[in-house]
């Protein structure tokens, strides 16, 4: 299990799929995609003036920071633990 580092409040259920999706990350780029995903989705959250953070923010994080060279392996572990991405995905 990945332990998640916070300076907010998180959704406990976005949390948990947060989570799934860190542990199915290849082990080499988990504590980095963490890192980021992590400051990222935070970032976004209190830019929404957000109390939490919300699956949204998550999802907008992965899709940002996360290289487009793993963006089928995101997309796929994303869909294997239940996060809506495709409403965050630009045309």
Do not use: C
């Amino acid at each position: 299990m990945v332990t998640i580092q916070t300076t907010m409040n998180w959704d406990e259920a976005a949390l948990g799929k947060y989570n799934k999706m860190l542990n199915l990350i290849p082990v080499f780029h988990r504590r980095l995609a963490k890192e980021v995903v992590n400051k990222k989705a935070e970032g976004l959250a209190q830019a929404r003036g957000a109390a939490q953070v919300q699956e949204e923010d998550i999802v907008r994080a992965f899709l940002s920071e996360v290289p487009k060279a793993f963006y089928s392996l995101m997309i796929r572990i994303m869909h294997e633990v239940g996060f809506d991405y495709k409403k965050y995905i630009r045309p």
